[in-house]
């Protein structure tokens, strides 16, 4: 099992599902019960939008201009008979393309983003890049001190060796009291679900109170 790779890409196979079912069931409930719930609005804001600029229409047509030749210049390279993206056997699953699809999808966000920087010339030196990237990572500052903490405990967890002990005595327990099978697949579905509308209830919360404290 230590030779097994997990890359992102895995995570679609199971993302797939679920967002189509999730985004229709989600738009019948927006749609039919939430929303005629709500009622009309009836304030004094107006939304108003600017016409794009021809110089911005310019900036996007760059963009994606320099997007579609980075994805393409990836795609030759990943089917040539000897691609440094391709494993040792030819490959593409597994391969250093799937593992490394973190980065290659940075590159292709920050090649979007420069060539519309410069077209509008909001860009007009490599010290804007670096500028305008530590913006960008301002707002993620608290997630990435969570995620810190969080790889933290699962790296004690897996040092200790306790998430198999606990996985271990917890399927011997299930086992001793009869509790397999389907019945054991419905359960994790329900503590899941519930677990979810915790998570749900307390960023929902968190939200409020931020809110409260801003105004």
Not at 110 to 117: D, E, K, L, R
Not at 129 to 135: Q, R
């Amino acid at each position: 099992m230590k030779n097994i790779v997990v890359t992102p890409v895995d995570n679609w196979y199971f993302m797939i599902a679920p967002v189509v079912v999730l985004s229709i069931i989600g738009a019948i409930v927006t749609e039919k019960i939430v929303e005629p719930r709500l009622g009309n609005y009836e304030g004094e804001l107006k939304k108003e939008f600017e016409a794009a600029k021809p110089m911005e229409i310019k900036g996007l047509k760059n963009a994606a201009i320099a997007s579609i030749a980075y994805i393409a210049l990836i795609l030759i390279v990943l089917f040539l008979s000897n691609s440094p993206l391709r494993s040792e056997d030819g490959s593409i699953v597994p391969s250093p393309f799937l593992n490394g699809i973190v980065p290659l999808i940075l590159i292709l966000f920050i090649i979007a983003g420069v060539a519309y920087g410069v077209t509008v010339k909001n860009i007009t030196s490599s010290r804007d890049i670096g500028k305008y990237m530590g913006e960008a990572m301002k707002d993620m500052s608290g997630f990435i001190v969570l995620i810190f903490a969080a790889a933290q405990f699962i790296a004690y967890f897996e040092w200790s060796n306790i998430g198999s002990w606990i996985a271990v005595s917890g399927a011997n327990f299930l086992e001793s009291i009869g509790f397999t099978g389907i019945t054991v697949v419905i359960g994790f579905v329900i503590l899941t679900a519930v677990l979810n509308l915790f998570i749900y209830f307390q960023r929902v919360c968190t939200m409020g109170a931020r809110g409260a404290y801003i105004y």
